[in-house]
């Protein structure tokens, strides 16, 4: 049995160690916004955070997770929105919507570590997490708005 701290609830599972994060998570916890896209950590679209930091979960062993886990559903919740979900959608970031959530977990890790980012760390920070819908300068503006909410909160 692995035990395993996901958007604050202890799950019990028995699983391989070697299970992939992304499959534990979509496969046996129904927890579907982190998105399998390439299996081999290079498109962001399964990012999800470890104590905080963002990680690609799709190449993440299970049983390497020390900490806790946190999935674009426990980022916020439907009454008190994150800062960067409220800008995604302020902002309509998202086009077929598919990368979002490992977009906004990536974005929401960023902002954790430096509050201020400039355009030139924004991108660097974003750029493991890809768009084929190209959304990008949107994306940015949507980083730089939810900068400035967490600044004044």
């Known amino acids: 049995m692995m035990r395993l701290n996901i958007n604050g609830k202890l799950h019990e599972l028995d699983i391989e160690p ?16 982190p ?12 990012t999800v955070h470890v104590d905080g930091a963002a990680v690609r979960s799709c190449s993440l062993p299970a049983g390497q997770v020390h900490g806790n886990v946190t999935t674009i ?13 409220k800008a995604w959608i302020e902002l309509q970031v998202a086009q077929c919507g598919y990368c979002q959530s490992g977009q906004i977990m990536s974005a929401a890790s960023l902002l954790a570590s430096n509050p201020t980012p400039t355009d030139a760390e924004i991108d660097a920070a974003m750029s493991g997490n890809l768009c084929r819908c190209g959304t990008y300068p949107r994306i940015r503006e949507a980083v730089k708005a939810a900068a400035q909410t967490l600044k004044g909160a």
Do not use: F
């Open 35 to 46: 998105k399998y896209g390439c299996g081999i950590a290079m498109c962001g679209a399964c």
């Open 73 to 85: 559903e426990g980022l916020g919740s439907p009454d008190a929105l994150h800062a960067v979900q």
């Open 18 to 33: 070697e299970m992939p994060l992304l499959w534990v998570l979509r496969d046996e916890l129904n927890i579907t916004g």
